[in-house]
Nanobody, 119 residues
Framework: QVQLVESGGGLVQPGGSLRLSCAASRSPFNINAMGWYRQAPGKQREFVARITNVGTNYADSVKGRFTISRDNAKNTVYLQMNSLKPEDTAVYYC??????????????WGQGTQVTVSS
């Protein structure tokens, strides 16, 4: 199905910023949602942010600090991460799918990109 290529991860100091990118290839026309999840060692993968054809939503832990956006012409989703904290350290994964009413159907995952927040 859809292939997702991520970039932008790396090492950043607390309080700093990073911008993650995720470009979709071979995307079917019916994909209307892309988002970000993250997973730290020993932890469950958790929702971070999502953008759909009707709006955006965020996890409480990142509200006011992270912003998700989309460039439809480039078929790319971005995650602008500001005021980063050590607790944000994780592998960040991009996903794509379709939201139908209250049900979400995931089409694929990216490979993940490491974000490390440390002084």
């Amino acid at each position: 199905q859809v292939q997702l290529v991520e970039s932008g991860g790396g090492l950043v100091q607390p309080g700093g910023s990073l911008r993650l990118s995720c470009a979709a290839s071979r995307s079917p026309f019916n994909i209307n949602a892309m988002g970000w999840y993250r997973q730290a060692p020993g932890k469950q993968r958790e929702f971070v942010a999502r953008i759909t054809n009707v709006g955006t939503n965020y996890a409480d832990s990142v509200k006011g600090r992270f912003t998700i956006s989309r460039d439809n012409a480039k078929n790319t989703v971005y995650l602008q991460m500001n005021s980063l904290k050590p607790e944000d350290t994780a592998v960040y994964y991009c996903d794509a799918g379709r939201l139908l009413g209250s049900e979400y159907y995931r089409n694929g995952w990216g490979q993940g990109t490491q974000v490390t927040v440390s002084s």
